[in-house]
């Protein structure tokens, strides 16, 4: 695990895991190594009974670095989607303890994967969600997947296609929140209820779970490598890789439909 992406300690029967690539915690095929690393230990130590996400900076998690698609054959971009798609619910999935995601601050694309891969999702009320990934020529594949599932088609589509970002009462109003609390005290909240969480038994949260998970999973992993066929698809064809340009470029793309 590398302590320059993620920071890791343990207290009061908490890991706390902290993404720590500045400025926004774009993400890495690293830094997602380093967090599967990370969740891993957490998993493994009879010690840890719970486990808090969090952000060592205002933005919680930008998404993708763009570096990882753009100019990139698509068997490479698919790569990386095995990490941040199939390992990432993987090890949640078999986590045996609860994980809760404190957020802060913007959260996009890729980083949305990861907070909803958690148990719960708190959130200050200064926080913004959401999928940009139209707008750069990407789509926002595993949320084809996940976002339905929680909020509904007709919740879903609008931040899917649309791309607009939507503020922490609009997502606890969709249910994609577990609470709002005040800003700057999101951490300390998720702290607080996972001091709960790890009072529990463990033997009996990890029962407890494992088959709420199984319950909750509902051929969510083949669903899952559909989209991830069709995001690895798009990132080859050429409104893609125009869309990545302009935004690097900080201009309007010019989309052909090819």
Do not use: W
Not at 126 to 140: A, C, N, Q, R
């Amino acid at each position: 695990m590398s302590d320059q992406l993620i920071r890791y300690s343990v207290s009061e029967n908490i890991a706390a895991i902290t993404l720590d690539r500045p400025p926004v915690n774009a993400l890495s095929m690293e830094l997602i190594d380093a967090l599967l690393a990370a969740l891993a230990r957490a998993r493994d130590d009879d010690n840890v009974r719970a486990i808090v996400i969090g952000s060592a900076h205002k933005v919680f998690c930008a998404g993708l670095d763009l570096d990882i698609v753009r100019g990139r054959p698509g068997i490479e971009t698919k790569k990386f989607l095995e990490r941040l798609y199939f390992a990432l619910n993987d090890t949640q999935y078999r986590m045996g303890k609860p994980t809760i995601a404190a957020i802060d601050g913007a959260v996009r694309a890729g980083g949305m994967t990861i907070a909803i891969s958690c148990d719960m999702i708190i959130a200050g009320d200064g926080s913004t969600f959401g999928y940009p990934e139209i707008d750069v020529g990407l789509i926002p594949a595993i949320h084809f997947v996940q976002l339905p599932r929680l909020v509904g088609k007709h919740q879903a589509f609008g931040p899917l296609f649309l791309g607009e970002p939507f503020d922490a009462e609009t997502a606890f109003r969709m249910e994609l929140l577990s609470e709002v609390v005040p800003k700057g005290t999101a951490l300390e909240r998720a702290r607080e209820i996972a001091r709960k969480l790890a009072a529990k038994s463990p033997i009996v949260m990890k029962i407890g779970r494992d088959a709420f998970m199984r319950a909750v999973d509902a051929d969510f992993r083949r669903s899952v490598e559909n989209t991830a066929e069709s995001f690895a698809l798009v990132a080859t064809t050429e409104d893609c890789q125009e869309g990545l340009n302009a935004f690097v470029e900080k201009r309007t793309p010019n989309y052909k439909g090819r």
